[in-house]
Every structure is written in structure tokens, then in C-alpha cells.
């Protein structure tokens, strides 16, 4: 049933009766368009656009997730074969104690009654047909069924590969775990060391005839017949021991960095010298001397220098490792540890497998890609970021909980291990999300094959906070962008400055200057519309504002003072929020005070006008002008109230129905409010899962849906008003078709400190770059 | 606030509109319900909110714990600390006062953050180093992850630490009134003298700022 092509399933998906939940099939379009004629050619030229990018997408989603179930049913064939190997030896090993023991009986009947029992009962077991005629000798039989086995157990082995190298392993760790289930069997160990050691002599001396002997002395009689298996077995024996040396030299190899590595560091620790100069001899000596001095320290220094600059210098060194290591992945140039790690890594994965419930939902999806239609879109509700869709237009029904069930475990497994969860996550993943930017490794799978493609993916990574990265901003033309942390600092990313990787699916980028002024963690972030300023609030409830560095800056530059233009100081409890207006000249705050705060920064009494409401509304949470009334701001609370306010007069005007439309149990703050860049629309980010849309005029719900799987923490509308971009500590972000409110994109994207996950999104007003921050001090960018 | 509504499950988060005091005002986790892959940081953070002041507490690693892991978290935690004292030298630690990295008379520190090592300011010589330790501790080369750890990244913790150390001496013997109240407030220069000498990652030589006497007093009756 897998075996449906794509072109089959295409054609299901665009097939008349596979509208279904959130779709729009071509004929309710038709019938869209003679209902509102006022649909413009533009208009629907983009609908169709987005509709057929959205089919690709989904099309290219259901080849991975196909490749990965046929993946998946040759491992359980080559397991189950593996096993039943298992049992046929041992039922072989039984049997032969069994014959074993007869024979004791017969020799204790014999020399007790001096006759020899019923020939019958000495007839030696008989196994499978192929193997009759070894059984002169228990060893024998042992030792050539295991040759018999081979071919069956070839197979298996070789479906299992294929598996394991569609998840990123490879045949080393496949021998190695060979060797060790082998020898398990009792097949292998002693014999299996010695078959090697003699082939590979032969091997060198090309003596081929002497090694059979060899064999033949080894292991008693033999079968002609047995030749071809022996052969195979022998092969692989090789391999094994092949990929066992190539393993040491790899260790080899590891050595020697590791020992350059302590020269390095060697020379730093015991020579202290290094960065250090004697101020006193620097006195008595002459200039000459001193300069001299100078040099002898440098030749020292620049060794140990090496540390802080290993990431250009040993690049060099990195790729000539790649090509010693005869074409194989860099990767494999790992110690025995990181092996024993990945075969941890495996087992553990094995084990996930039999309790994860998801499997119940590939279940699910084998049966439904088998059935009819109506079953091929339930499945495609059940596993994929379109199931929302379906939330989106009947809010609230639960669809959310068939979406819970699908999803809940992935969140689970993402805690279990950095960079080696990847390969097990993705069985689930492969159905749910687009991609999992979480582990590079996955990106041959995931990554759509097409050369067109509307999907992001995950470009950049922005290591070098210490802690939760709370807030960014793009630049407003280019690829640059401020992070602001709880580490206590701001940091400038120029997005080409990259630090060349070794895989090449994810750059990473290091900061170009770091933004020291704050005491305490970094909250919220604004950058201005030129692209020159940029202000930060923090928990030191301060507001600073700083001139940004040119991004080619040399991020080892020495300190200006310049680069802090002033403190915005009013506030008496952390700055949660900040919006800049994008033409005037002026700032808004929120804080844990309770107050809004209107500024004009820069001139001589910047607070130009503070905004409060009733104490039992708690405090704001997020604050923004209203794109399209020059003189109005929204600010949401913690009450899950929202408020516009005149900025003039700094009065209520009008109370959007964000709370009684929010879920009243418990905790149901808003953690965001934007403001539509034209139409007069405000979105919410809701506490409650919830992304909810209100018209400013009257105050009404215009649309709410279950956005994702836990808080909605974050949003960002592109400049155009088109997508809308939400973050949620469900450590994804998805991106909204804001036409038909319909998730078009979902990206697992970061991972959780305590119970938070993913702080700020955000669009590039110009280039094709989206980016998020997480509580993990990663922020990525995605093209 | 409405965040105190919650019953049952404590979920620990500092959501937007958070007052100060409220910041991460949650109650302890145990290291074995931390099944995060920042556990360790997030438990070396609880204790020290708990009591800054109790350093012996906050070195002292969960059962179990990787020493590797345990100690790049804490020097990221150093590191990131560390960012207070810089934010401080900034207003005081003037480039033309001081024009080298020094502590005691008889060394200049060059910094080692540049192609060649330089002679920086020590206000320089403090934001470069913290600024490469960052991208050092980040590197996705030598730290790709934050559970497992190679012996020999874990090697190179010790070059970091004695070059982070260097800040803390400089404010120490050039910047004193402001390293006391830095020290008050945060039991930093204390916590990072035993951290090294603990895991052994300082020669004791080079520990020059003469805190460990102060110490010793402490570690019998840890004082609040
Ligand atoms: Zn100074
Ligand atoms: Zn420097």
C-alpha cells in the first residue's frame, strides 16, 4: 500500500473529495469567486500561488514521510529476520545438548548392561535440509549453520543499514553492534577475531588456497557447498575489522589534535608568559631588548592565541583531516566513546520506539494512506501542521486534542540528548513538522527536494549567550540583526559574517559587538527605523538607548563610551515591552510598574506621556502603536484586558473583548499585542494557546484560534500584512496565511529552559529572513 | 497578579509584566525532575538565587553529574556574571588610567582575543575577553552540545579561567571600592577561586586576589 506512488497520492490530495478540513478544493474556490466578485485577477493569482506552494509542500511531506515508513518496515523485516535466526540457532543448540546427552545415557546404558540402546534414540537431530550432512561433529554443525544462516541474515543485515543510513549511521557502528550481537550468538568472538586476522594475512599475501585450509584445519570437515557463505561471512568479517582499523586511525587522528591541542594549551599553562610581560625586566632592559622580548613572548602568545582564534585558524587543519580519512564523513573521526554514545543512542531509541504512542498514529496513517480519501485527509489532519487549519475555522471544537495526541511526544523526546535525538525524533517528526530544525543531521530527509519552494528553513544559528535570548530585531534593510538576552547583554549579528561549518545545513554566526550597559537580564528590544538606533529595557527598569555599530565592525575593537546615547529612566519595575513608531521619533514602554510609557528619545525631557488603567487590570504585558491611527496605542495586560489609548490625551478609548473571549480558568494572560500594519486589526497572543484577532473600531472578535500546543508567546506580521509569525514555548514557531488563517509552516526551532521555550519571532521588513529566540540563549534565522 | 492563580502544576516561567521580585520566585525543582538539556544550568541557577553566598551549596554537583558538563556550565555561568563587573569597569576603568591589563606591578596581560596578541586597555582587555570566551564556550566546534562534553574541550575550561580570572584581579587591585560591592552583591570573585581550585583548573599561584583567607573563615559556618 506504501508503494502508492507520489503521483497517486498527489492526485488524492487535489482530487474533489479531499477538500477536508482547511483545504479549499478548486471547485469551493469556483464557487468563492461567484460569490464575491470582488476578488481581484492579483488577488486570486496569489491565492492559487500560495494554495499550490502549500500542495507542494504537503506533497514533498508525504514522499519523506513514505521514504521514512518504507525505511521503517525494512528495519522490523531485517529485526524479525534477525531474530528468527536467533531462535533456528538456538533451537539448534537444544537439540544438539539433547543429542549430546542421549549419547551419555547410551555409554552409562552400555557399560551398565553391556548393550547399546535403541539405534533410534542415537540418531543425531536433523535440522534444516541444507544441513544434514555436518552432523558428525556438534562444532561443525554450529559453526556452518551459522554460514546458512548468513544469506537470510545478510539480508536482514543489509535492509538494517539501509535503515540506519537514512538516519545518519553508518556501517560502523552497524559492524560493530554486528560483532557484538554475534558474538552474543556464541558465533563469533574468538573465531570471528582469528577468521580475520587470517583472511586479512591472506589478504596481504594474496595466498588465497592456504586460507581455506586454515579454515578447514579450524573448524573440522567442511562442505564445498559451504564455500559461498563461508566467503560472505568472511566478507563481512572483513568489513568489520576493516571498518575496526579505520576506526583506530581515526582515533589516531583524534590523538593528534588532541595532543596539538594540550601543546598548545601546554605551552600556555606552563610558560605564563604567554600574554604576560615582565614589566620589570621591560624596564631594566634597552628598547632593543625590550622588543626582543616582545617577539620571543609573541611566538608563545600566538600558540596559545590560537584558542580564542581556533575557529579560523583550525579550520585548515579540520579539512585536511576530512581528506586523510579516505572521502568518510568527518564525523567519523570520533573516539570509541562517542560510539559507545551513538549505540546508547540506538538502544535507547529501540526502546523508545516500542512505548511511544506515535506509533499508533503511523499506524493510523498506514491504514488511512491505504483507505479512501476521506481517510487520507484524516490522516493528513492527524499528523501535520494542517490540522490547525482545521482549528483555525471551527476555533475551539477539539480537533486540538487528535493534534495533542499527535504531537505531545515529540515534545518529550526533544529534551533527551543534544545532537543525537534527531535520528529517533524525526520518525515522529517527519509527519508533524515541516522540518526539525533541531538536528541538522535530518536534512537530507526533510529538506523538499524541489527547486521551488516556498518553505523556510532553518539558515543561521546565533550562538553566544550565556542565557535565554528574550527579544530581536532586524535591521530595516540589512541582514543584521540585535539579540537581547538574559545574560545581561545585547549583541549585533552580521548574517555574513558566518563561521564556516562542516555541515552545511546550518551557518553559524558569531556576534560582531556585545551591548554592555544593563545590570540585570535584557528584556525587550526596539530598533529604529533607520536602522542607527536601537533601545533596550531591561529588569534594572531602565530603558537604554545605543547608536549601532556598523555591522563590519571588528568585534575586538576598543570600547566607545559613544555607543550608549542614553538612559530612558521613569520606569520602577522591569521594561517588558518596547514599540517603535516607524516614522516619528517616539518609543513605547510597558513595565511590571503598571505604567505605559510614551518617549521621545533624544530630546531633552524624552517622557512625553504615561498611560495607566485600573490596578485590579495587573500590569501590561506587550505594547504597540496602532499601525493605521496615527494617534492611538494598544496595550494588553496581564488581566487578558486589552486597551486602546489616545496617545494625546492618554485616555481609555476603547476596551477590546480580549477577555471575555479568552478562557476564564486560571492564568490567561496576554503575552503580545501587534497591531495590523494597515488594516485596523489587533492580534493577541494568548496564555491559553490561543492567537485571537480583534477590529479596533468596535472592539469585537473578528477570529481566534488554537494557535499552538502551549503559551502563544511571541508574534511578528510581516511588513506586507500577508503571514503572520507566532512563537510559543512549545518550542515551535508557525507561520499564518493571515487570509485564510491557516498554518502554513511549522518549525520545531528551540528547546526549554524550565517551562519556557521560545521568547520573540520576528520578520525582516525586507529580506526574506524570519527569525526566534529561545530560551536555550540560541536565536536562528530562517530563509 | 493572575500567574499566583496557579494550583497545581507549578509551571516556571517569568512571563511578560513580571515584577522583579516575582523573577524566577518559583519553587525549587529537584535535579531529577529537571528533564531538560539545561538542567544543569538551570540547577546551578536555582541554587545560587537560593543563596548566592553559599558557594560551598552551589559548587557542590548533583549525583552523578558529568564533571565536564558540570564545570562549562559553571563557567558559563561565570562568564555570564562576569558581565556585571564588566558593566561596572566600564564607568570606572578609563583607557587612558588604565592603559594595561595589570593587577600586581609586576605582570602586563596581553590580550589574546586579537590575530596577534595586544597590549589593550584593561577595559578593553576585559569586554575582548569575555566577548571570546563567549564564543569560545559557544563554539559549535568544541561544544556542540550541552550533556555531553569531549575530554579534550573540557581541556580547554583552564585557559578561559585564568584569563576571566585576570578581570577580577585588575578590579581588585586597581578598582577596589568597586570590587567590594561587587563581591557583596554577588559572591562571584569567591565562588570563582574555589571553583578552580576545586576542579583544579588554576595554579594556585595565580589566584592572587587574597580572597581564599576570607574563605576559609566561611566554609565552616556558611554566613548568610
Ligand atoms: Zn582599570
Ligand atoms: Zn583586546
Known amino acids: 500500500m506504501i508503494e502508492d506512488g507520489p503521483g497517486s497520492q498527489h492526485g488524492g490530495q487535489l482530487g474533489p473529495g479531499s477538500g477536508g478540513l482547511g483545504m479549499v478544493t478548486k471547485s469551493q474556490q469556483d464557487d468563492g469567486i461567484k460569490q464575491r466578485p470582488q476578488y481581484s485577477m492579483p488577488g486570486i493569482l496569489h491565492f492559487l500561488q500560495t494554495e499550490w506552494a502549500r500542495f507542494e509542500m504537503e506533497r514533498s511531506q508525504w514522499e519523506v514521510e513514505r521514504a521514512e515508513l518504507q525505511a521503517r518496515i525494512a528495519f522490523l523485516q531485517g529485526e524479525r529476520k534477525g531474530q528468527e535466526n536467533l531462535k533456528q540457532d538456538l533451537v539448534r543448540r537444544i537439540k544438539m545438548l539433547e543429542y549430546a546427552l542421549k549419547q551419555e545415557r547410551g555409554k552409562y546404558h552400555k557399560l551398565k548392561y553391556g548393550t547399546d540402546l535403541n539405534p533410534e534414540d542415537l540418531k543425531p537431530p536433523t535440522f534444516d535440509k541444507e544441513n544434514k550432512d555436518d552432523h558428525i561433529d556438534g562444532e561443525i554443525s554450529l559453526s556452518t549453520s551459522s554460514g546458512t544462516g548468513t544469506a537470510t541474515w545478510r539480508q536482514g543485515r543489509q535492509l538494517l543499514r539501509q535503515y540506519l543510513q537514512e538516519i545518519g549511521y553508518t556501517d560502523t557502528i552497524i559492524d560493530v553492534r554486528s560483532a557484538r550481537v554475534r558474538s552474543l550468538l556464541g558465533l563469533q568472538t574468538q573465531s570471528g577475531d582469528s577468521d580475520a586476522d587470517i583472511s586479512q594475512s591472506v589478504l596481504v599475501n594474496g595466498d588465497q588456497p592456504n586460507k581455506r585450509d586454515n579454515q578447514g584445519k579450524r573448524a573440522g570437515l567442511k562442505k564445498i557447498g559451504n564455500l559461498a557463505n563461508d566467503n560472505a561471512l568472511i566478507d563481512t568479517e572483513n568489513a568489520v575489522m576493516t571498518t575496526f582499523d579505520f576506526l583506530n586511525s581515526g582515533n589516531v587522528v583524534e590523538d593528534e589534535e588532541d595532543l596539538s591541542d594540550d601543546n598548545e594549551d601546554g605551552i600556555a599553562a606552563d610558560d605564563e608568559a604567554e600574554e604576560r610581560l615582565e614589566r620589570a625586566s621591560m624596564k631594566l632592559k634597552g628598547d632593543n631588548e625590550g622588543l626582543t622580548g616582545l617577539d620571543e613572548t609573541d611566538a608563545d602568545t600566538e600558540e596559545a592565541l590560537a584558542e580564542f582564534h581556533f575557529l579560523e585558524s583550525e579550520m585548515g587543519g579540520s579539512s585536511e583531516k576530512h581528506e586523510s580519512s579516505s572521502g568518510e564523513d568527518e564525523e567519523w573521526v570520533v573516539d570509541q566513546r562517542h560510539i559507545s554514545e551513538l549505540k546508547e543512542q540506538y538502544k535507547k531509541e529501540r526502546k523508545g520506539k516500542k512505548t511511544r504512542p506515535t506509533r499508533h498514529a503511523l499506524q493510523a496513517m498506514l491504514a488511512s494512506l491505504g483507505g479512501e480519501d476521506d481517510g487520507f485527509t484524516a490522516g493528513v489532519g492527524d499528523g501535520q501542521s494542517l490540522a490547525s487549519s482545521g482549528e483555525a475555522r471551527e476555533d475551539d471544537i477539539p480537533s486540538g486534542g487528535q493534534i495533542s495526541y499527535a504531537r505531545k511526544p515529540m515534545m518529550g523526546l526533544q529534551d533527551d540528548d543534544e545532537n543525537l535525538d534527531g535520528g529517533l525524533v524525526l520518525g515522529e517528526l517527519a509527519g508533524l513538522t515541516v522540518n526539525n530544525e533541531a538536528d541538522p543531521v535530518n536534512y537530507d530527509i526533510s529538506a523538499p527536494k524541489e527547486g521551488y519552494r516556498k518553505t523556510w528553513s532553518a539558515k543561521y544559528t546565533l550562538r553566544s549567550h550565556f542565557d535565554g535570548v528574550r527579544a530581536l530585531a532586524f535591521h530595516p534593510v540589512e541582514p543584521v540583526l540585535l539579540t537581547a538576552s538574559e545574560d545581561h547583554t545585547l549583541k549585533l549579528w552580521n548574517l555574513q559574517k558566518t563561521v564556516p561549518a562542516k555541515k552545511a545545513a546550518s551557518l553559524d554566526v558569531e556576534p560582531v559587538y556585545t551591548f554592555r550597559a544593563h545590570v540585570g537580564p535584557v528584556l525587550s528590544l526596539a530598533m529604529s527605523p533607520s536602522g542607527e538606533q536601537c533601545y533596550s529595557g531591561g529588569m534594572d527598569t531602565t530603558i537604554r538607548c545605543w547608536n549601532i555599530p556598523k555591522s563590519d565592525i571588528d568585534p575586538y575593537d576598543s570600547f566607545d563610551p559613544n555607543v550608549l546615547s542614553g538612559t530612558l529612566e521613569a520606569h520602577t519595575d522591569a521594561v517588558w515591552g518596547l514599540s517603535i513608531h516607524s516614522s516619528k521619533n517616539q518609543l513605547l514602554s510597558c513595565s511590571g510598574d503598571g505604567t505605559v510609557r510614551l518617549w521621545s528619545p533624544g530630546i531633552k525631557s524624552p517622557l512625553l506621556n504615561t498611560f495607566t488603567v485600573d490596578s485590579e487590570e495587573g500590569v501590561p504585558t506587550s505594547v504597540d502603536f496602532v499601525r493605521c491611527d496615527p494617534n492611538q496605542i494598544v496595550a494588553s495586560y496581564t488581566s487578558s484586558n486589552t486597551y486602546i489609548f489616545d496617545m494625546e490625551t492618554g485616555a481609555q478609548v476603547l476596551m477590546l473583548e480580549t477577555k471575555i473571549n479568552s478562557d476564564a480558568s486560571g492564568s490567561n494572560q496576554i503575552n503580545r499585542v501587534i497591531s495590523h500594519p494597515t488594516l485596523p486589526i489587533s492580534i493577541t497572543a494568548h496564555e491559553d494557546r490561543h492567537i485571537r484577532f480583534f477590529d479596533n473600531n468596535t472592539g469585537k472578535i473578528i477570529h481566534s484560534m488554537v494557535a499552538h500546543l502551549d503559551s502563544v508567546t511571541s508574534l511578528a506580521i510581516d511588513p506586507n500584512g500577508l503571514y503572520l509569525l507566532s512563537g510559543s514555548h512549545d518550542c515551535s514557531i508557525r507561520l499564518w496565511n493571515l487570509d485564510s488563517k491557516t498554518c502554513v509552516q511549522e518549525i520545531t526551532s528551540h528547546r526549554k529552559k524550565f517551562e519556557e521555550s521560545i521568547h520573540d519571532v520576528a520578520f525582516h521588513p525586507q529580506k526574506p529572513y524570519i527569525a526566534s529566540a529561545g530560551a536555550d540563549a540560541l536565536a536562528k534565522v530562517f530563509v | ?224
Not at chain 2, 561565570?78 to 576603568?93: I, P, S, T, W, Y
Not at chain 2, 555531553?148 to 577580577?168: E, H, N, P, Q, T
Not at chain 2, 583548573?201 to 595565580?206: A, E, G, I, T
Open chain 2, 1 to 224: 497578579m493572575k500567574m499566583a492563580n496557579e494550583t497545581a502544576p507549578i509551571i516556571r516561567r517569568n512571563r511578560p509584566g513580571t515584577k522583579n521580585k516575582d523573577w524566577c520566585n518559583w519553587e525549587d525543582e529537584s535535579f531529577e525532575e529537571m528533564d531538560s538539556t539545561l538542567a544543569v544550568q538551570q540547577f546551578i541557577q536555582q541554587a545560587i538565587r537560593k543563596d548566592f553566598t553559599n558557594v560551598e551549596e552551589i559548587l557542590n554537583p548533583p549525583e552523578g553529574q558529568d564533571e565536564g558538563v558540570w564545570k562549562y556550565e559553571h563557567l558559563r555561568q561565570f562568564c555570564m556574571e562576569l558581565n556585571g563587573l564588566a558593566v561596572k569597569l566600564q564607568v570606572e576603568c578609563n583607557p587612558e588610567t588604565c592603559t594595561q591589563m595589570t593587577a600586581t606591578e609586576q605582570w602586563i596581560f596581553l590580550c589574546a582575543a586579537h590575530k596577534t596578541p595586544k597590549e589593550c586597555p584593561a577595559i578593553d582587555y576585559t569586554r575582548h575577553t569575555l566577548d571570546g570566551a563567549a564564543c569560545l564556550l559557544n563554539s559549535n566546534k568544541y561544544f556542540p552540545s550541552r550533556v555531553s562534553i569531549k575530554d579534550s574541550s573540557v581541556a580547554k575550561l583552564g585557559s578561559v579561567c585564568r584569563r576571566v580570572y585576570r578581570i577580577f584581579s585588575h578590579a581588585y587591585f586597581h578598582h577596589r571600592p568597586l570590587f567590594d560591592t561587587y563581591e557583596n552583591e554577588t559572591y562571584l570573585c569567591r565562588r570563582f577561586t574555589q571553583f578552580v581550585t576545586k576542579y583544579n583548573l588554576m595554579s594556585k599561584d595565580n589566584l592572587i586576589v587574597p580572597i581564599m583567607e576570607d574563605q576559609q573563615t566561611l566554609e565552616g559556618e556558611s554566613e548568610a
